[in-house]
């Protein structure tokens, strides 16, 4: 079983939809969750990072963290074309040691 | 303030052969992180230098190796390439609880 399960799509929508992305991790030990957007050729942004549970919103992006069931996710609002990209989530430990575990991603497909 | 910046960006080599790829972290960020993104797979860690010194390695042959300079900056090798190492190879750094990512170098084994 891998440490962070994510559907890895495509996931289409239309413009204007609300898109929710999901990933489940196994390991109760993480606390930092993070979203990064990937266009095609290109290296990961970082979209928001959350430290333990909760929810943080910037702009269209809300993410949501729920420890108790090792389920993060990443609703967009007002979806739009240009958000049309590979979305990884990722988490890490409290430590020194910033390694990220990365979730495989999903493929997200907004048409006009 | 630059990101992390990585070079070159395409690297075409032939099996067999050694491929070099260098990063530079964000001004101010000691630590360097280089991860492989082969096609169809998640980001998976390779390795971690902090202070001029390797701290951790993930699940790879000893065949990848690397250092960091003085100046911080890191240099990823990889000998007797193999065609299964076609992959971007991304390199970052933090100094905090969000990771910034360079463009990455896309290598091609053929």
């Known amino acids: 079983q891998k440490e962070v399960e994510q559907d890895p799509g495509p996931l289409s929508v239309p413009e204007g939809a609300i898109v929710s992305l999901n990933c489940t991790y196994s390991n109760s030990a993480f606390q930092y969750f993070m979203w990064y957007r990937q266009y095609s050729r290109k290296g990961p942004e970082l979209l928001m990072y959350?430290?333990?549970?909760g929810n943080k919103e910037d702009g269209r992006f809300t993410a949501q963290v729920d420890k108790s069931s090792k389920y993060i996710s990443l609703f967009i609002r007002d979806s739009q074309p240009s958000d049309s990209a590979t979305y990884l989530c990722?988490?890490?430990?409290?430590?020194?040691?910033?390694?990220?575990?990365f979730g495989t991603g999903t493929r997200l497909l907004v048409s006009p | 303030e630059a990101g992390v910046t990585q070079s070159p960006t395409h690297l075409i080599k032939t099996r067999g052969q050694q491929a070099t790829l260098r990063c530079s972290p964000i001004s101010g960020h000691t630590s360097v992180y280089w991860y492989q993104q082969a096609l169809g797979l998640g980001l998976q860690f390779l390795l971690w230098y902090d202070e001029g010194e390797e701290r951790n390695r993930g699940n790879f042959p000893p065949r990848f190796s690397g250092r960091q300079f003085p100046n911080y900056s890191s240099e990823l090798n990889v000998n007797a390439l193999e065609l299964e190492d076609s992959a971007l190879y991304l390199c970052?750094?933090?100094?905090?609880?969000?990771?910034?990512f360079g463009q990455g170098t896309r290598l091609t084994v053929v």
């Open positions: 959350t430290y333990s549970s």
């Open positions: 990722a988490m890490r430990w409290n430590t020194g040691f910033q390694k990220l575990v």
């Open positions: 970052a750094s933090s100094l905090g609880p969000g990771t910034g």
